[in-house]
């Protein structure tokens, strides 16, 4: 847990960490997550360390302003961070508040006087079939000096996000065991578990790595390992990625996360039905799932004014 002693009063501290112990034991918040949330939190805290002059106890918090909390979005926004950052942040505070006001120590009505801020409407971005395929290969860059597990670990690792539609932080907790079943089981965001075919594509691209991987693979430890013997880290991947993207002239939106887009995307082109892609992407709401429709129709009309002779 985050530790709050230098920005908050012992009284207020106290109170901070226990909303973030409720949040991992009663709320079962993934740790990416409570990371975030104890991030926000933590920047709140400091800025009004700075704005009130001292640092705030429950007192304080209790006596807060509108003012006072849009001087902190207002300094967050010259700092860099976008609205959907802001919306987050707004999210971590009312529940702070939340947990103060349902434990009789605190309440304050001004949170709920500001609006989160608009959140422009993104729609994911997949790579078209035929370049998630080449970057599967994850073989552009190689060349002899690159050691053949390390080809075998990156073409595995890129697989299991497309052929499975994983997170990477997903594919980077799979253990050897794990891959000797027809299916996975991946537990996610807010500790959802799921079912998820493992394809044959993916079961030889991880079969081949298993076999080159010069370390030994505990059983209940990650599988995948960097060049030093260490679980594999999530930045290998995403610069892996960056490097290839160059290499086969792909749009900056092609991201690890973007082979877990390609993966629905694709699905839904080839008629997969909607529950079905929420299921296998865990996702606790249709309407999450809904948007990848809006990349469907997008594509059909990029292809009908690019093929009809009076679009």
């Known amino acids: 847990m985050t530790d709050f002693a230098t920005s908050l009063a012992p009284d207020a501290a106290a109170v901070a960490q226990a909303w973030l112990q409720s949040l991992k034991a009663e709320r079962r918040m993934s740790p990416k997550t409570l990371e975030a ?7 709140f805290a400091q800025f009004m360390a700075e704005h009130l002059g001292g640092a705030p106890g429950t007192a304080e918090f ?41 434990k009789g120590l605190f309440r304050n009505a001004a949170l709920s006087a500001i609006r989160s801020p608009k959140l422009p409407h993104a729609v994911p971005k997949p790579v078209p079939v035929e370049k998630a395929a080449r970057l599967m290969k994850a073989d552009v860059l190689a060349d002899a000096e690159t050691p053949r ?40 965001k807010g500790n959802k578990t799921r079912i ?14 298993l076999d080159l991987c010069p370390f030994a693979l505990p059983p209940k430890e990650p599988m995948f390992r960097g060049v030093k013997g260490g679980p594999l880290n999530a930045r290998n991947i995403q610069m892996l990625v960056a490097r290839l993207r160059g290499a086969l002239g792909l ?61």
């Open 196 to 209: 998820v075919p493992l394809l044959p594509v993916a079961r030889q691209a991880v079969a081949l790595y």
């Open 37 to 43: 949330y104890a991030r926000d939190f933590g920047q």
């Open 149 to 188: 597990w390390v080809l075998a670990r990156d073409q595995a690792v890129l697989t299991l996000l497309y052929a499975c539609g994983l997170r990477i932080s997903e594919a980077l907790a799979l253990t050897a065991p794990q891959m000797g079943h027809a299916v996975l089981s991946i537990t996610g």
């Open 62 to 102: 209790s006596g807060l302003t509108v003012s006072d909390f849009r001087a902190f979005l207002a300094r967050r926004r010259t700092q860099g961070a976008e609205s959907r950052t802001l919306a987050r942040q707004l999210s971590s505070l009312r529940s702070f508040y939340r947990h103060a006001e349902k």
């Open 251 to 311: 749009a900056e939106t092609a991201t690890p996360h973007a082979l877990r887009h390609s993966f629905a995307s694709h699905l839904l082109a080839n008629g997969a039905d909607l529950r079905v892609i929420q299921e296998l992407l865990g996702h606790a709401s249709l309407s999450t799932t809904q948007v990848y429709t809006e990349v469907n129709r997008a594509h059909l009309l990029q292809q009908y004014r690019k093929a009809h002779p009076r679009a």
